[in-house]
């Protein structure tokens, strides 16, 4: 195998087409750090595990789906223990911080991570840093042991506070150095990770033994890599409430229409797996699948067409849906907030006053239309039992990842095999759904809405639908879910842009 050593995109290759995308670690720029055994050896807990310890040369592929003559592709280093540790835990001082929106489990992997720290690397001096990347430097910390995180993972949202904007760079290593921290958990989405991206970096630039490791957070799951984000699978489940609700109501009444609208500012994954989940949704609008309201194949013609067989129907909207027509009808508004992430309209207020208009105007039939708007409140739940284990598991695995001496790296999910990516690709891309895969088919099965896309135009112009060269490909970057339903492509603004 060899290496080209350089720490930020540190590949090592092998036979038959093995790609390595390593992590960077403490003794790439650090020569000569003392080495120390791996207290878990003598955990009482751990003395049952045959080869509790990771094999230093394990890896994970990227991709799982492969032909006879198919290159190894890229891997992963594997996540978990090393026998060999790069911290004593009484020289350890660790810091958590938890960045951007909220989404169910961040309390979960606080929790975890200071559980861990302390039970399975007696590590006792671990910080809460205060209100996001700001409260490094504006804000005091919050002492975090086992008795103080007990609890905190019933509950939504985050006991650390968070915040968009706010990232100095200088001035958060500096915090860092004065308080001694070498240890930082940096817990949030895409914008969080180009943040710890560039403390890494600076941090490496000083030389300093500090590891900065991420953990991916994003209520939408547009993190690029990963199987999938914690979290998802709550945000799905809670949107379950919302839709029966839109159904209960919709079904009750003559011509009724129910509209959910749901997270998702350019990834519609809540809106695609809420809409197949429930099976009572007959319209799902997604940022990644243009749509038009009138004419032949239009969203009006078809929601006549389900009042008149049916007497109801439910739409389910992601937020990000249908800008560019808002954009088109009302004065563009080209707010951004604290971080640069686009503000979006009210896709679900334009879109019922659109729907109620048609009908009343053009067509003179009176329709019903409830607008149920549960967005914050599918984000502000605490975690549900299998994301409470996957949150554990993540936890787990960023902090032997840290002990172990990596260091510019996220945590993450692939292939169901915990692993440890390099910033860079978590950063470099937006994970969305591919509009042309299977599981868009399938929803659109389920569903029977329109595709919204003419054979011609789907098979022939994709660009004008919006839909990228790599969205196009049959075979995604990254699998997830059975490897059809999703790619990374690069968003007008690279999802959030600098600070
Ligand atoms: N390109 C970037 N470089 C450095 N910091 C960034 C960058 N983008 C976002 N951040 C910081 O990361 C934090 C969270 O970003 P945000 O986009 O609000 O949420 P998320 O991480 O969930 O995507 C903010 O404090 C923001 O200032
Ligand atoms: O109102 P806020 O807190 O800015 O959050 C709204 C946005 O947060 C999101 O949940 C995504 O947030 P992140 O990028 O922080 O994961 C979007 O779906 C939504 O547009
Ligand atoms: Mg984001």
Not at 128 to 157: C, E, M, Q, S
Request: charged residues 20%; hydrophobic residues 35%.
């Amino acid at each position: 195998m060899e290496s080209n050593g350089i720490s930020e995109s540190k590949i090592v290759t092998g036979d038959y087409g093995y790609v390595l995308q390593d992590v960077p670690h403490l003794k790439d720029y650090i020569p000569d750090l003392p080495t120390y055994s791996n207290p878990l050896q003598d955990n009482p807990a751990y003395s049952v595990v045959k080869q509790y310890f990771v094999h230093v040369d394990d890896s994970v592929p990227q991709k799982i789906v492969v032909h006879k003559d198919s290159p190894r592709g890229i891997h992963f280093r594997r996540a978990g223990p090393r026998q060999k540790i790069y911290f004593e835990p009484d020289e350890v001082r660790a810091c958590i911080v938890t960045c951007g929106g909220l989404c169910p489990g961040l309390n979960t992997v606080i929790r975890e991570i200071v559980y861990s720290l302390y039970h399975m690397y007696g590590v006792t001096r671990v910080l809460g840093i205060d209100g996001g990347y700001r409260g490094f430097y504006a804000r005091n910390t919050i002492p975090l042991t086992p008795k103080v995180v007990n609890d905190i993972h019933k509950r939504g949202g985050t006991i650390l506070g968070t915040s968009r904007g706010g990232h100095d760079t200088s001035k958060i290593v500096h915090s860092i150095q004065d308080r001694g921290i070498n240890q930082v958990y940096i817990i949030g989405g895409d914008g969080t990770q180009k943040g710890a991206s560039v403390i890494f970096e600076e941090i490496r630039r000083r030389g300093l033994k500090v590891v900065v490791a991420g953990i991916p957070k994003t209520i939408d799951n547009d993190i690029p890599v990963i199987d999938k984000s914690f979290g998802f699978d709550t945000a799905v489940e809670e949107a379950q409430r919302a839709i029966n609700a839109a159904h209960v109501e919709a079904e009750s009444i003559e011509n009724g229409i129910g509209l959910v609208k749901l997270m998702g500012r350019y990834s519609g994954f809540i809106a695609m797996y809420a809409t197949l989940a429930s099976r009572d949704v007959d319209c799902c609008l997604i940022p990644e699948s243009p749509f038009y309201l009138e004419g032949k194949g239009g969203l009006f013609e078809y929601i006549e067409k389900q009042l008149k067989e049916n007497g109801h129907m439910v739409i389910v909207l992601a937020e990000g849906a249908g800008q560019e027509l808002l954009s088109a009808s009302m004065q563009s508004m080209n707010h951004q907030d604290a971080s640069g992430n686009k503000l979006l309209q009210d896709v679900g207020l334009w879109i019922s006053q659109s729907i109620k208009d048609h009908f009343s105007r053009q067509k003179k039939m009176t329709i019903n239309l409830k607008y149920i708007d549960p967005t914050y409140m599918i984000r502000a739940v605490p975690s549900n039992a299998s994301d409470n284990v996957y949150c554990t598991l993540l936890a787990q695995s960023v902090v032997h990842g840290a002990m172990a001496g990596y260091t510019g790296f996220t945590s993450g999910l692939v292939n169901g095999r915990q692993t440890y990516i390099p910033f860079y690709r978590i950063t470099e891309k937006q994970h969305q759904v591919v509009i042309t895969d299977r599981m868009w088919a399938r929803l659109l099965s389920s569903t029977n809405q329109p595709s919204f896309i003419s054979q011609k135009e789907g098979s022939e112009d994709g660009e004008e639908n919006n839909i990228s060269g790599e969205m196009k490909n049959e075979e995604p970057a990254t699998p997830c879910w059975g490897d059809e339903n999703c790619a990374d492509v690069v968003t007008e603004n690279g999802g959030a842009s600098s600070v």
